[in-house]
């Protein structure tokens, strides 16, 4: 499977970095939406399919291994959020930097956000590896799951600067419009996953049986196999953007660039995960199999997130590369026809969770109160599907125009502030349980949508520079 991966990334043709037309129809704009969106979206689905295949597997130990696993979430997402502003300001200067011919920048930002990911990560992940008892016993867990998920983050966190690494590469390739990439890398990370999953949290094939570690060391060989795959296809030079020593590898100037485009994406998911890891604690005072229910909702969920994403891609890209030709008018119509098409597939997707929620949580687990719980709550979700869809693809607009501080101040006010305000409310002063804190996550998601909305229509983004 690596062998055809490398094979198919070989091929990679030139093609795929997008040329629009100068006046382009509605159906070429459509078909070059379709043309970007649908590598991310495989992508996308293969990652949250992974988590999805995790899931289920760890489910089947207990739903004790589910809010063990559960717990590590929060920890993790506040580590990857210091490399979040470098990644949206090197998607947004190479795409601005392919609309302006700039390929020397496009290059140097490249290389320049490769290594400061890695030099950090691995500062990172050695502190957090041994304070990580002491972050999921903060996220609420009892002496089991903390003994679980300590066990899970250690073995993760070996992995994870190999995972933020393959983040900074594909970060570049998408701002190209090279999207199939990360799909190659991603998909034969997730089989090397998926396999040793199989081994090693049950003891297959002569394996030990590592139960909720073994997970986490699937996982991690996945990443390393995932970042050597994109470290191969950014060493090519055929493609726009790659390694090369004939290009500045590291540039304060540049770095400045993407830091000044990506701090408020930084503070954005700082800011975010401040704000989830106060709900996240919220929710786990309902119990073990609360929060395991929450859990399943949430790893369902995630496929469903594809959507926006995968189509935010699309748009980042077609409003940083039109902003970057001068054709602010193109840049729109893009985001606007984006937008329109995510919205009606995000309809399809939640008319199926709506539809096969039981089935589908019970591929998970059989607990009772946990199905009751998961199946209550997804069928809920389901119905708020377009909502998240329009809000990822119009702030994915936002961000390809440099627009980042405002993006950045919705979401902190909303997640940070209003999530938790709200889930306090509901849940600890209603009593409205499980459902009452996703009442909350539905209510402030509206607010954010609401918000984004309004930026894009008063064409403010238009006018930024990166």
Request: proline share 3%; glycine share 8%.
């Amino acid at each position: 499977m690596l062998v055809l991966s490398l094979f198919a990334a070989k091929k990679e043709p030139q093609a795929h970095h997008f040329e629009t037309k100068e006046n382009p129809t509605l159906k070429e704009i459509r078909s070059d939406i379709f043309r970007m969106a649908w590598p991310s979206a495989m992508e996308m689905i293969l990652v949250s399919l992974c988590g999805i295949v995790d899931m289920m597997m760890v489910g089947q130990l207990g739903s004790y291994a589910i809010t063990a696993v559960g717990l590590t979430n929060q920890p993790k997402f506040l580590m990857l959020a210091v490399f979040q502003a470098f990644n949206v300001g090197c998607t947004a200067l190479v795409a601005r930097s392919r609309g302006e011919g700039r390929q020397d920048t496009a290059n140097t930002a490249t290389s320049s956000n490769l290594i400061l990911s890695i030099v950090i990560s691995i500062a990172l992940c050695t502190v957090g590896f041994f304070f990580a008892s002491d972050m999921v016993r903060f996220m609420g867990g009892d002496e089991t799951t903390t003994l679980y998920g300590t066990q899970y983050f250690e073995f993760l966190l070996i992995g994870l600067p190999f995972n933020i690494a393959g983040m900074a590469i594909t970060a570049a390739l998408r701002g190209v419009g090279n999207t199939k990439a990360s799909l190659y890398m991603n998909f034969t990370a997730n089989i090397i996953n998926v396999f040793f999953n199989y081994c090693l949290i049950y003891g297959n094939f002569g394996f030990p049986r590592l139960e909720v570690a073994g997970a986490a060391i699937a996982t991690s060989l996945g990443f390393v196999v995932a970042f050597f795959l994109g470290l191969f296809i950014l060493l090519r030079k055929h493609q726009y953007v790659y390694l090369s020593r004939k290009n500045k590898l590291l540039d304060w100037t540049v770095i400045k660039r993407m830091t000044r485009v990506g701090s408020p994406a930084m503070a954005e998911q700082l800011g975010m995960r401040i704000g989830q890891t106060i709900f996240t604690r919220v929710v786990s005072g309902l119990g073990t199999a609360a929060f395991a229910a929450h859990m399943v909702t949430i790893n369902i969920e995630s496929l469903s997130f594809t959507t926006g994403q995968a189509f935010g891609v699309a748009s980042t890209t077609f409003v940083g590369q039109n902003l970057g030709r001068e054709r602010p008018d193109l840049a729109e119509e893009y985001a606007r026809q984006t937008n329109r098409v995510g919205l009606v597939v995000a309809v399809l997707i939640g008319l199926l969770m709506f539809t096969f929620a039981r089935p589908i949580v019970l591929m998970y687990n059989n607990e009772p109160d946990v199905v009751a719980m998961a199946v209550g709550v997804l069928t809920f979700v389901s119905i708020t599907q377009p909502v998240q869809c329009s809000y990822f693809i119009q702030a994915a607009s936002l961000r390809g125009a440099g627009d980042t501080r405002f993006t950045a101040m919705v979401l902190m006010l909303c997640v940070m502030i209003l999530r938790p305000l709200f889930g306090i409310l509901l849940v600890n002063v209603f009593g409205w349980g499980l459902i009452g804190a996703w009442i909350a996550i539905t209510a402030e998601q509206f607010v954010r949508c609401i918000l984004v909305t309004y930026r894009f229509r008063t064409g403010k983004w238009k006018e930024m520079r990166v």
